[in-house]
């Protein structure tokens, strides 16, 4: 069976071989004739197959880009998520193209692998730059961190050099006197050569390319002398009598610091002596009638806004008067009485003369035309003070107003340090409630302008203990509304020349109107809005621009009016901003902002 089986295959394989090559011996241009056909078939199949595939590969890659803008938001720039995201891709264009022919299939997931390399790449670049974003971040707040260390230490090397010359001095201290020995010359020249080196600088910026070096000389020098003098207690005791030495140089430094300023806001400064003497000049040229004021008619009438100013300083008085009528809203209501001395009557009147205050009535007198005054001065007065300014005539004229305005009812009495910023008719229709004097309160002690009676008045004194109460709340004269005719009622004039008296005999207050005036009003003080009248600007006190701005009245209260060379800066334009700097005779006396 076998055998019948394998000749059966044999014959079957024969008969196979037979019917394939019989045609291609016997019909050979048959075979040549299908061989072209088949050729131009199948480029015609691979034309169709080309296009069919790139029309395929299009729609791919748009699906692609679909699925690849959907899906990047899912993606956070981490390593480990690529593979799964190639591989999830990978997977997914296999399932859609499986109806597809094999070879376009390969051909099209070798494009998308290469697509996903270059996102691959392209996420890799991105998560690179932020890690360079971070690391330039890192390094700016390093260099920051470095900068703010840097800075804290910017003075280290001045400082040490100046220890270093207070220890040189210390060791050069305990020297016998008299030495010239090589350690005391060696010494003595780096002191001089450090000296030198630092001179005035604050900062290490500030020190020469050789400080370095002699800083470490001078170190060298000092390790030798701490050898030579191991004594520890002996150089303890000597840098504190060095100590104490600076101490009372700085206290000596502080009192001629004092001592100036309270010279320089005494002394009359050149420009204002000259300005004095132009204008006296030019109102001695007039004739009398020229020298006459309009509108003096309005001078007794007492239902105008009445405003005086006692002083001997033209440019003050300017101010105070100008800003007043600047800011007034019925200027034609407002009248000024201007009062001062024999001296300075001609430079002031010329002043007002040339410049007159808009619609606003001035006067402008002279304390010697009240004859009544000068002889109670000259009775009662009379005090030998070191400040000739706080006992002056035209100081404690303010409490003879009843009788220097017989025809007024109420008056507001300015000192020549202040400006006014604002409308100040509302001050008329206040209600003083019977008392005499409003003013703003000093009794604060949060605040700058804080005056308790303590400081002014001598309360060890039985006769101020026994009528004075030391925690009373304090007030302060620059800007004060007067009831002149509860004034006259109470007749506080004659308790104001009690008081003079007795402190005349023994030492009560100290000398000055502010002490007198507190015991005067005493309970007869009403308390104004602090923003009518804001104190501090004569001094570093710290007052806020905002409270500034909003105050009704501002007062150089201090030593450092703003006329001075000595003015604080930081205050001085609010005082300037109300004079004119270019007027030829401020000009001709260099008196500038």
């Known amino acids: 069976m076998k055998q019948v089986r394998r000749w059966q295959r044999i014959v079957i394989l024969s008969l196979l071989c037979v019917s394939v090559f019989a045609p291609m011996v016997f019909f050979p241009s048959t075979h040549k004739m299908l061989t072209s056909a088949g050729r131009k078939e199948f480029v015609e199949d691979l034309t169709s197959i080309k296009y069919r595939s790139d029309n395929l ?19 956070f720039y981490k390593e480990r998520d690529f593979d799964s995201v190639v591989s999830h891709r990978s997977v997914e264009n296999n399932d859609s193209e499986q109806s597809e022919n094999t070879g376009e299939a390969v051909n099209l997931l070798e494009r998308n692998e290469t697509n ?26 390093h260099n920051q961190n470095v900068q703010r260390q840097s800075q804290r230490v910017t003075d280290g090397r001045v400082k040490l050099m100046r220890d270093q010359v207070i220890r040189a001095k210390a060791y050069l201290a305990f020297t016998p006197p008299g030495s010239n020995s090589h350690f005391v010359k060696e010494l003595k020249t780096r002191i001089k050569e450090v000296e030198r080196a630092v001179g005035e600088a604050t900062r290490d910026s500030d020190l020469p390319r050789s400080a370095l070096q002699k800083m470490r000389s001078m170190e060298v020098l000092l390790s030798k002398a701490s050898h030579i003098f191991p004594d520890c207690s002996a150089m303890a005791t000597k840098l504190r009598s060095m100590t104490y030495n600076a101490e009372e140089q700085i206290r000596s430094q502080k009192g001629q610091e004092s001592f100036l300023l309270q010279l320089a806001g005494r002394t009359t400064p050149k420009g204002l002596h000259c300005l004095s003497m132009q204008l006296t000049s030019e ?8 020298r006459q004021f309009p509108n003096q008619q309005k001078l007794h009438d007492p239902n105008l806004h009445h405003y005086a100013v006692f002083s ?20 034609e209501k407002v009248v000024f009485h201007v009062v001062t001395d024999s001296l300075n009557l001609p430079a002031i009147s010329m002043w007002f003369l040339l410049n007159p ?23 009662t007065m009379e005090q030998k003070s070191r400040y000739p300014r706080y006992t002056s005539l035209l100081n404690h004229l303010r409490f003879y107003l009843p009788e220097v305005f017989p025809a007024l009812n109420k008056i507001v009495f300015f000192d020549d ?26 009794c604060q002690r949060s605040e700058a302008s ?56 023994r030492p009560l207050w100290k000398a000055g109107s502010l002490p007198l005036g507190w015991v005067t009003f005493y309970n007869k003080t009403v308390s104004l809005d602090k923003k009518w009248h804001l104190l501090g ?57």
């Open 357 to 379: 205050p808009g619609k606003a009535t001035i006067q402008v007198q002279s304390v010697d035309d009240f004859e009544w005054l000068s002889s109670k001065y000259n009775s």
């Open 116 to 141: 996903h390399e270059r996102k691959e790449d392209e996420i890799l670049q991105i998560t690179n730059s932020v890690q360079k974003e971070k690391s330039n971040q890192k390094a700016v707040r």
């Open 450 to 505: 804080f005056w308790p009676m303590h400081m002014l008045i001598n309360f060890s004194d039985p006769f101020v203990a026994k009528r004075f109460d030391a925690n009373a709340c304090t007030w302060a004269f620059g800007m004060n509304l007067f009831d002149l005719k509860e004034w006259r009622r109470q007749n506080l004039t004659s308790l104001y020349q009690k008081y003079l008296e007795l402190g005349l005999k």
């Open 537 to 593: 600007l004569g001094y570093e006190s710290g007052v806020r621009q905002a409270d500034i701005e909003s105050a009704a009245v501002i007062h150089y209260n201090g030593i450092k009016k703003p006329w001075l060379d000595i003015a604080v800066s930081e205050y001085k334009g609010y005082w300037s901003k109300h004079m004119k700097f270019e007027r030829p005779y401020l000009q001709q006396c260099n008196i500038h902002e």
């Open 57 to 75: 590969r299009l729609k791919l890659i748009e699906q692609e880009t679909s699925k690849v803008l959907k899906e990047q938001k899912l993606v």
């Open 312 to 331: 001997d300083n033209v440019l003050a008085c300017a101010v105070v008067v100008h800003s007043t009528a600047s800011f007034a809203m019925e200027p």
């Open 283 to 290: 109102y001695f040229s007039l004739q009398p009638e020229e």
């Open 417 to 442: 340090d202040v400006v006014v910023q604002k409308d100040l008719s509302k001050l008329w229709s206040l209600d003083m409630k019977g008392k005499v004097n409003g003013a703003v309160e000093t």
